[in-house]
């Protein structure tokens, strides 16, 4: 549907709707549930290096506002999603784009797993998973540094062909200048936010409910946190930008739109109901008619200039 239409970075996208990277893990699970390629686009979850198995259980658990996850960039490591997953993907949906999400704990992770998912065609974008603690500098997390920021994307971007988006952490006092930073290293885009951390403890054990101790907060309650924030960086920044967090309906969606984004990520919502992100696809034409909206393309002119 034309008017659903949007781009980013170059790359046409047929609706807006797609994802969060580890809530579809590859893909096949999800296409039992719903049609995958109905989908604008698919963000895999993030793939580093080698495998990891990930932290111990549980993992997850449910908060009077939302979910708490600590699953610890489980994945089955590049050489794997090269060789069976994003195969998988390019035979059963050729032409659904998928936005390949790269993790790692060294400079030199990132940018040797980033090369290597750029190699397959059917990955358009890659996105950056900064949420993650950099071991050369003493376990914080690489996106809560501008100048690391700065220097790990230009490298991402030296060493690729596609379009790279910075995947912003919230955890942090101020978000624009993490945003600048990720445009001063050549982003094509920013993709935000990632969870904030949170923590839940249960009174009979008086021990946290993750094993991790603390976890990411998604879901509703941190929707007016990304709006925010979206927002504060759309005054400082042309890049294109996903909005994440908090989206059930498609009213949550233009909402973004309104805040600055160009597509939007799917993530809580699709653990309660697993159809949530081709619901909203379905459901944005008639709230798009509500609001007097045209097309996704004429609301981002329209928001943008």
């Not at 990132?110 to 059917?122: D, I, R």
């Not at 021990?207 to 007016?224: C, E, N, V, W």
């Amino acid at each position: 549907m034309e008017r659903l239409a949007v781009n980013l970075a170059g790359v046409t996208f047929k609706n807006p709707v797609m994802p969060a990277s580890g809530t579809a893990a590859y893909g096949q699970t999800m296409a039992q549930q719903l049609a995958l390629g109905d989908l604008g686009g698919l963000v895999i979850k993030s793939t580093t290096a080698q495998p990891r198995v990930g932290n111990p259980r549980p993992t997850t658990a449910v908060t009077s506002a939302g979910w708490l996850n600590a699953i610890g960039l489980k994945n089955p490591g590049i050489e794997n999603v090269l060789a069976e997953k994003l195969p998988w993907l390019a035979t059963h949906y050729p032409d659904l784009p998928v936005v390949g999400s790269v993790a790692g704990n060294t400079f030199d992770e990132y940018v040797t797993v980033a090369q290597q998912m750029a190699t397959a065609p059917n990955v358009k974008l890659l996105e950056i998973n900064i949420s993650c603690p950099n071991v050369d500098h003493g376990g914080l997390a690489f996106g809560t540094d501008p100048a690391v920021v700065e220097a790990l994307t230009r490298q991402i971007v030296t060493a690729v062909d596609k379009p790279v988006f910075m995947k912003l952490t919230p955890n942090v006092t101020a978000i624009v200048p993490i945003a600048q930073a990720a445009e001063a290293g050549g982003a094509a885009g920013l993709t935000m936010i990632n969870t904030l951390t949170g923590m839940g403890i249960d009174l009979q054990t008086r021990q946290p409910i993750l094993a991790h101790g603390t976890g990411g907060l998604s879901g509703k309650a941190i929707h007016p946190l990304a709006v925010r924030m979206i927002h504060e960086v759309r005054q400082h920044t042309k890049l294109p930008i996903i909005g994440v967090g908090g989206v059930f309906t498609p009213a949550d969606v233009l909402e973004f739109y309104l805040a600055g984004a160009n597509a939007v990520q799917v993530g809580a919502a699709t653990y309660g109901q697993p159809t949530a992100c081709t619901d909203i696809i379905a459901g944005l034409p008639a709230a798009m008619d509500q609001y007097g909206i045209t097309s996704l393309t004429q609301l981002i002119s329209e928001v943008q200039g």
